[in-house]
């Protein structure tokens, strides 16, 4: 099974408007983390978010919110007030194994979001 | 600045030459990994470090090697190099488990 499932390949949205971009995981450690990160045309990866599995409240960043949904296992990106530059690839991670003393990281296949003008 | 640099940006090999991809962090993180980009299969962990003398095989560790004698540094190491690993490679560090990575800038590798 897919430990990070990212279903929408593409996204476009409307500029000054919001978007939810979707991720499932799939882990059966009780701590564990999840993470989105920004890869712009240029290549670079940044970091935009994460969540905690003991965190009760989502996490916010800014224009960045976590919609964290333990039981149904899913932790989708809200971007608010969308800008041009934000167009990029979105990739969701998930870290795992943090009382096992080890600590695995696996990554979505990812979303394109085009933001439209 | 906190940085992690990668070096090369860009190579091209050829097939059975071995190689090293250097990685080093300024900001004293414990954690370290080695990820490879290709279209469509996202980023998949090849290797990571917990700490010094300490590593792990993440995902895809077929054809890689990795070393870490000092905490700054991560080399990633193909023995014999083959086409099918021609990918986009980036290095990461961390300084906890909850913490977000920082990444490098990728190295682009091409194996002919």
């Known amino acids: 099974a897919q430990k990070i499932t990212q279903t929408q390949p593409g996204m476009f949205v409307q500029e000054k408007e919001a978007v939810t971009l979707d991720c499932t995981y799939d882990?059966?450690?009780?701590?564990?983390?999840l993470f989105w990160y920004k890869q712009p045309s240029s290549g670079e990866m940044i970091f935009l978010i994460y969540?905690?599995?003991?965190?009760?409240q989502n996490a916010t960043e800014g224009r960045y919110s976590l919609n964290f949904q333990k039981a149904r296992k899913s932790a989708n990106l809200v971007i608010s007030a969308s800008q041009l530059g934000d167009s990029a690839m979105y990739f969701c991670?998930?870290?795992?194994?943090?009382?096992?003393?080890?600590?695995?990281?696996?990554f979505g296949i990812g979303t394109k979001l085009q933001v439209i003008p | 600045e906190a940085q992690v640099t990668q070096n090369p940006r860009y190579l091209i090999t050829v097939t059975g030459k071995k190689l090293t991809v250097t990685c080093s962090q300024n900001?004293?993180?414990?954690?370290m990994s080695w990820y490879r980009q290709d279209p469509g299969l996202g980023l998949r962990q090849i290797y990571y470090?917990?700490?010094?003398?300490?590593?792990d095989k993440g995902d895809v560790p077929e054809g890689y090697k990795v070393s870490r004698k000092e905490k700054r540094n991560f080399p990633l190491i193909l023995e014999s190099p083959s086409p099918n690993q021609t990918s986009l490679y980036f290095c990461?560090?961390?300084?906890?488990?909850?913490?977000?990575?920082?990444f490098g800038q990728g190295t682009r590798l091409t194996v002919v």
């Open positions: 990461a560090s961390s300084s906890g488990v909850n913490t977000e990575a920082f």
């Open positions: 882990t059966s450690d009780q701590s564990y983390g």
């Open positions: 969540q905690g599995s003991y965190d009760e």
């Open positions: 991670a998930m870290r795992e194994g943090f009382s096992g003393g080890y600590q695995k990281v696996t």
């Open positions: 900001m004293n993180h414990e954690y």
């Open positions: 470090s917990m700490n010094v003398e300490v590593t």
